[in-house]
């Protein structure tokens, strides 16, 4: 498969990036790609470990890299490499007169570089999972609609779900504009002024958003959710704001890659897609409810113990089939023990998100010595809400389609619920 630069290559690019205030044009950045394998002939071949600066000289490193360099492994802030051999980008020192140069003038640049991303929210020894640019760049696609987009970056770019937004502007011949280190009021500050007209986030993303007031003011045409579950509620509230415009939501990993697009509007995705081999992506459900997934491209070598004799990866998120949809449950690694009982927190959630006076919900446990964990809900309540009648109609909610054990123990009224650095709900 070609690599990102010749792919870039073999059609006319017009797409500008936006960051920290300053403009640079893609078409610029493959010039300064052109130039790193020019002037430092001597990575070819060679692993290398980006370490992220700015915005434009990461997309001019990756352009650079695939199809040259043996590995690239996209490293977050803070993450150190056990591996001694790799080559530190931006480099720490000349390295031009080291005997690794090659003496030859002519490098090959058809090779197949692997992309190493960590596990999202890692520090210290991060987990490494490989991919190919073909495995990245699977569910990318080109058109003149699609190439007329402007997308908002509110994902790391050395993340998954922010590498999928990058690779999918540079490849479409989108703009793209960052906005991922800033809170919502000034995201939606950037947006609105870059007159941004597509935005992948995950849901609890979405919600803060939605919580400024202000998403409406956007012309958004390309809305996507991912790396969480997308409950009805937020489903329903971005289609009812933006009625006009596309809206998917992904089921993907650093794991396993790109798993479901479902674009119908509704949470979970059709019965009918596990065990059809139409799809994608080969999927069916396990005896222990979780998902199981079979991606066309090979699978990162260190996920052979998840991995059964069909290929098939267990994702470990639990699922339920109801009225012919699957729907996600929450993760099985990620249960509260109440008594013995396992409450999924996920699922807590999208209950208690079907109020409309609140934002945001997190559901954690409390330790009991009776029971060993109870369940305790933290809430943002919209500012016109009343508090205590709030909390009713969420007991209403729990008590009407929740367990007796599931049911939230105690109801906590917040300003605001973190997030770790990939938009997630942040659980620990």
């Not at 080109?142 to 007329?148: A, D, K, R």
Request: glycine letters at 6%; a positive charge; proline letters at 4%.
């Amino acid at each position: 498969m070609p690599s990102l630069l010749a792919r870039l290559k073999s059609q006319p690019q017009t797409g500008v990036i936006t960051y920290a205030g300053k403009r640079c044009a893609v078409a610029g950045l493959m010039t300064q790609a052109d130039k790193i394998r020019q002037q430092h002939r001597q990575l070819a071949h060679q692993p290398i470990a980006l370490n992220f600066t700015n915005l434009a000289e990461f997309i001019s490193a990756i352009i650079a890299f695939d199809g040259w360099c043996s590995a690239l492994y996209l490293c977050p802030p803070n993450v150190s490499i056990a591996q001694i051999e790799l080559i530190q980008w931006p480099l720490e020192s000349d390295l031009s007169d080291q005997s690794t140069a090659k003496e030859n003038n002519t490098v090959s640049t058809n090779q197949q570089t692997a992309w190493y991303l960590a596990t999202s929210g890692t520090t210290g020894q991060p987990k490494w999972y490989s991919h190919t640019f073909a495995s990245l760049t699977a569910s990318s696609k080109y058109s003149e609609q699609l190439q007329s987009l402007n997308w908002a970056l509110l994902y790391q770019p050395f993340r998954y779900a922010g590498l999928q937004v990058l690779l999918q502007t540079l490849l479409s011949g989108a703009d793209l504009v960052d906005a991922t280190e800033h809170e919502p009021l000034a995201q939606l500050a950037i947006l609105k002024k870059a007159k941004v007209t597509a935005i992948s986030a995950t849901p609890s993303l979405w919600r803060q958003l939605l919580m400024t007031g202000q998403l409406g003011d956007l012309k958004l045409r390309y809305m996507t959710l991912g790396g969480e579950i997308a409950d009805q509620s937020v489903l329903d509230k971005l289609k009812g704001l933006f009625p006009k415009a596309k809206l998917r939501h992904i089921y993907a990993s650093t794991e396993a890659g790109v798993g479901l697009v479902v674009s119908d509007g509704l949470a979970g995705f059709p019965a009918k897609w596990l065990g059809d081999h139409s799809q994608s992506v080969g999927l069916k459900v396990s005896d222990k409810q979780h998902l199981l997934v079979k991606p066309k491209f090979n699978l990162c070598q260190n996920l052979t113990a998840q991995t059964d004799s069909q290929g098939y990866l267990d994702t470990q998120d639990k699922v339920a089939i109801k009225d012919d949809r699957v729907l996600f449950l929450g993760r099985a690694t990620g249960t509260i023990n109440v008594g013995g009982n396992k409450v999924h927190p996920e699922k807590v959630e999208q209950v208690l998100l079907q109020c409309a006076h609140i934002s945001q919900v997190r559901v954690y446990p409390k330790t009991s010595a009776l029971m060993g964990a109870l369940v305790v809900a933290d809430v943002t309540v919209k500012t016109e809400a009343d508090q205590q009648e709030v909390k009713r109609e969420l007991l209403q909610l729990a008590k009407n389609q929740l367990q007796r054990f599931e049911i939230p123990t105690k109801i906590n009224i917040v300003d605001k619920i973190e997030h770790d650095p990939s938009g997630k709900l942040n659980r620990k």
